[in-house]
């Protein structure tokens, strides 16, 4: 596998003046970019949100999940310190693509919980992988990270690619009506730490 920096540029945004490095790879033929606050080269204990694409929550303000909300808090939270990062991965739907995730939503307006719905489209739970994500904290320059996440399954990941990870630290939301059972499922039968 390979993964290559192809660009780096200012990123002023509602939450303060980050860098946007943008990657390429050969793996997924996606690109992939981190939002970067201060100088992380070289440093230990990097406050890092590993977060993937949900065109639903993070764009459209969809309740139906969390996303878009722990998008928004990691952002701030990084904003608030000297160094951080934000991996913004393009694994849409866990991993499936938005035209499946949409499959899984109108299957879940029918009663089928998260879980269930990707398991009868015929794939896996989560086919997230965190190769690339690691890789591309190695390039970044990065010694070891704090990590943002509910999903033991990203610790796991990014611990197997050769990260370092000091803390798992939790990132908490609001429920709201329209994701409750999509949480209770996370938590019940993804093992996430809600």
Known sequence: ?????????????????FKIVAFTNNRDGKDHVAIVN??????QGVLTRIHSECLTGDVFGSLKCDCGDQLDLALQQIAEEEVG????????????GLANKVKAYSLQDGG??????????????????????AEMLKILGVESIILMTNNPSKVEGLSAAGV????????????NPHN????????KKSGHLL
Do not use: C
């Open 1 to 17: 596998m390979k993964v290559e920096h192809f660009a780096t540029a200012d990123l002023p945004s509602q939450f303060g003046n």
């Open 85 to 96: 990062i934000v991996l913004y991965m393009r694994q849409e739907g866990r991993g499936i």
């Open 112 to 133: 089928l919980d998260t879980v269930e719905a990707n398991l009868h489209l015929g794939f896996d739970d989560d086919l997230r992988n965190y190769d690339i994500s």
């Open 38 to 43: 201060g100088d992380v080269k070289g440093k």
């Open 180 to 187: 409750f059972k999509y949480l209770d499922t996370k938590r």
């Open 164 to 175: 370092t990870i000091e803390e798992r630290r939790p990132i908490k939301t609001t429920p």
